[in-house]
C-alpha cells in the first residue's frame, strides 16, 4: 500500500526535464557563514499563463505568491513590489533571449525568476526560471509536470534548486518542524512542513507528551509521554504504523536525542538515583553511561560528527551548559552569564550552541560559540523566548514564544533577524525540533 | 304502666344491693388483711430492684458498647483525618532546589511515623515544579525533588520497596496562577498511596 503510493508519487514528481543544461559556475551567490547577510534583490512577477484560454488568473497569481513566500522564509531574498514593475506579465517573454534584463536591473532587481503554466486535462505543467539580471544569464530553467495539487511540491523543489545553486547547499524546503501543542487539552505532539503549512496531530497519548526528537533520517520520532503513569521514551515511524519501541527504566525516562551519523540514541535516566545522561542503540539498549554527577544532568545535543555533546547540569548550583568530549573524556562548561541556562541544541554547522537564558526573568534565546565566543542574545522585550531549535541547513532557528500571549512558535534568523510567527493553531505550542532535510 | 315498671326496677336494685352488703360483710370477719398487703409490698421492690439493677447494667452495657462504637468512629475518622493529611500535606521547595527545608522535614517525620504504623501502604512521591525554568530541566529538578523526599524517609527507617517517585515537572500545577504565591504552592513533592 505504501510502496504504490510512494511509486506513483515519485513517478509524478520524477517528470522533471532540465530545461537548459548548463555550465554551474562556481559562483557563491549566498554566503549562508555571514552572519551579515545582504539581502538579494528579488523580483518574481505573476507567472504567464501559457494556455491559450487565459484561464488560469487564480494559479498563475498563487503560485508565483508560494514561490515568493516559499524563498523569503530563507531570509536570503528581499522581494521587490511587483507594482514597480515594468513589464506586463502576460505579455513577458520567458526565455533568456527576449527578456529585456534592462528593464529588471533599473528597478534594482538583480535577480528575476519567472513561470509559464498550463493546465489540461488535470496535467498541470510548470516552467520556472532564474535569471541573473546582472550577468543577462539563466542560471537554473526547469520543466514539471504534475497533477494538479502537486503545485506546492513543483515549487518547494525549484526553490531547493534555487538555494543549491546560490548558497551551495541543500535547501531546507523538504524539513518539518516537530512540536508540542495543548489543543486537545492534553500535550501532544504535532508536525507541521518548515513554513507552518500541513499541520496534523502525531500522537493521540490522552496524556502528557513532550521532547520530539527525529532520526537522522528522519523517519522515526522519539518523544516523552505518560502513558504509564511516568515519563517513558518512545520511539514512533513518522508516516507508517511500524511496531515503535518503548524505554521504561524506573524514574525518569526524558530528552530522547539522536546521536548524529551513528544513528545510536541518547536519553536522560534517573534509574541509578539522579538525572544522568546515557547512550543507547537505536532500540534503546543501554550502551553506556555519559555522566557521573550527584546533580541534574540532562537535556544532551550532540555535534555534527558525534564525538562531543553539549548538555545541561546543576553541579555548580544553576542550570548551565556544559561540553562533553568523549575522545578526552573531558567536561567543560560553556555558559557562565546568567543563573539559568537550558535547552541547548548544537548547530548542524557545528560552530555554534542554542539555548535558552533567564534575563530579567525572562526567557530569551542566546547562541554562543562551541569555543566560548558570545553569547549573542537573539530575542528580547517580547515574553518567553524558549527551545530553540535550527534548520538543518543552519541558517534559521525556530523557538517558542509568549510574544502574543499564548505560546507559539516563531522562526527567526540565525542572526535574530526576521523574526516572525510560523502558524495558529489553538491551544500552546512548545518545544519545536527541526527535522533533518529527507525524501518523502 | 310506666310507673310499676319504674317501680319494679327500683325493687331490684334494693334486692341486689343487699345481697351484695351481705357478700361482702363476711371476709371482715378475719382481722390481719395489711399483713397480707404489707408481704406483697415487701415482695413488690424486691422483684423491681432486681430488675432495675438489670436494667441499669444494661444500660451500662449499652453506654459503653455506644461509647466504643463512637470511639472506634472516631478512631476511625482520625485514622481517616490522618491518611487524608498523609496525602494532603505536600511539602514545598525553593525555587530551582530539592534541598529539603526544615518545615518539609517536619512534615516527612509525621509521614515516616504514620508509615510505620501501617506498614501495607505503599507510596508514590510525585516531584512538581513551577512553571518557569524549562519543561525537560523541570523533569529532571521534580525527580530531584521526588527523590530528595524518599531518601529522608528511608533514612527514618521506611523500606525502600514501598517507595516511587514519579516526577511531573512543571506539567501538573496545583495552582494554575502565574504568580509567586501559586509559584510557591507548586514547587512540591506530593505523597499518593497506591
Redesign the interface.
Known sequence: MWNKKRLILSVSLTFLISIVAFPVAARVYIDINSPYLKKIPTAIPIFKDLGRDNRHQDLVKELAELLGDTLSFTGFFKLLDPDSFLVDPQKAELTRDLIKFDNWRSIGAELLINGGISYKNGVLKIELRLFDTFGRRLIIGKRYTGHIDDGRKIIRRFCNEIIHHLTGTEGIFNTRIAFVSTTTGN?EIYMADFDGYNIRQFTNTNN?T??PAWSPDAQWLAY?AYRK???DIYIKHVRRNLPGKVIAF???N??PVWVPIQSLLSA?F?KD???EIYLLTSSGKIIKRLTYNW?????PTWSPDGKKFAF?S?RSG??QIYIKDLDKNQVRRLTYKGS?N??PEWSPRGDFIAY?GVTNGH?NIFIVGVDGEGPYQLTRDTGDN??PTWSPDGTLIAFSSTREGSTRIHVMNSNGSDQRRLLILSGDQ??PRWSPRHRY | MAKTLGKCFILFLAISSLLFAVSCAKPKVKPEPSVVEEAITEEMPAVSKQMEEMKKMEEERRLAEEQLREQKLAEREREAELRERFVNENIHFEFDKSTLLPEAKEILKEKAEWLSIHRDVIVTMEGHCDERGTNEYNLALGDRRAESAKRFLIDLGISVSRLTTVSYGEERPLDPRHNEEAWAKNRRAHFVID
Not at chain 1, 295 to 299: L, Q, V, Y
Open positions: 500535550k502528557i513532550l521532547s516523552t503513569k511516568k515519563p524506573n524514574g525518569l526524558t530528552t536522560t534517573s538515583g539522579n538525572p546533580g541534574i544532568d540532562t537535556s545541561v546543576n544553576t542550570p539559568y537550558t535547552t535558552s526567557f524558549e527551545s512548545t518545544c
